[in-house]
């Protein structure tokens, strides 16, 4: 596609439920990463893959956030058992290549966002 | 859509004037600077880059400033329009992977 497509948009859930959010890269990006943003704050990294397999996953703050990347396209990112402290904007990027700096043509393009508000 | 800086440093510009954004960063072993520019509702969005062996880089209307001996980062808009109106990041990278590590963003308003 054109852009990094992000979806829902916008998700609302209560505390205890499962939510599952997508990112689609840009066609042809082999980096894909995902951050966490509170309001007010930077973006902060959660996890990246390079095609399928995670090459970093130090960011995920404790083992109720999984990610995968199953064909080394689209990406989801699932949260279990939702806590209040989990609200945040989702943000996912994709660059061509984490093996290359990223600059020029490597650059790291964002999403939208996924809003996850947990009642 | 949402605001995204409600509580950050707010830099209030004039229309036309110039505009500069400080950033202070904390790894002297990032590789890349780079100043992404984020609008309500929006993910951030590519301003400039610098490397960390060069001072100074320029790009359209905007001048990206590197001082490592004070670990200190600038981002220069000329000629500050209101369509420059967003929350602005800092953010530096370096080893594998190109993890992006940001600061805490500046919200520039430009009055007309």
């Known amino acids: 596609g054109a852009g990094v497509s992000q979806t829902p948009s916008n998700k609302v859930t209560e505390k205890g439920k499962y939510v599952e959010l997508r990112c689609d890269p840009i066609s042809g990006h082999t980096a894909l990463y995902w951050y966490r943003q509170s309001l007010g704050q930077g973006p902060e990294f959660l996890i990246y893959?390079?095609?399928?397999?995670?090459?970093?996953d130090s960011g995920l703050p404790n083992d109720r956030f999984f990610a995968v990347r199953p064909e080394g396209s689209v990406s989801t990112l699932k949260i279990q058992r939702t806590e209040r402290g989990d609200s945040a904007v989702y943000l996912c990027?994709?660059?061509?290549?984490?093996?290359?700096?990223?600059?020029?043509?490597?650059?790291?393009?964002f999403g939208a966002g996924s809003r996850l508000t947990v009642l | 859509g949402e605001s995204v800086g409600l509580h950050l440093p707010t830099l209030s510009v004039q229309e036309g004037d110039n505009s500069i954004i400080n950033c202070a960063y904390s790894n002297s072993a990032s590789d890349y600077f780079i100043w992404y520019k984020q609008e309500s509702g929006k993910g951030p969005q590519f301003i400039i880059d610098?490397?960390?062996?060069?001072d100074k880089r320029q790009g359209q209307r905007v001048t990206v400033l590197l001082n490592k001996t004070v670990k200190h980062l600038s981002l220069q808009i000329a000629a500050t329009q209101p369509g420059d109106s967003a929350v602005y990041f800092c953010a530096e990278t370096g080893g594998a992977g190109n993890k992006l590590t940001f600061g805490g963003g500046t919200r520039v308003l430009v009055k007309p």
């Open positions: 610098i490397r960390s062996n060069m």
């Open positions: 893959f390079q095609g399928t397999g995670a090459a970093d």
């Open positions: 990027a994709s660059s061509v290549t984490s093996g290359s700096p990223p600059s020029g043509a490597n650059v790291l393009t």
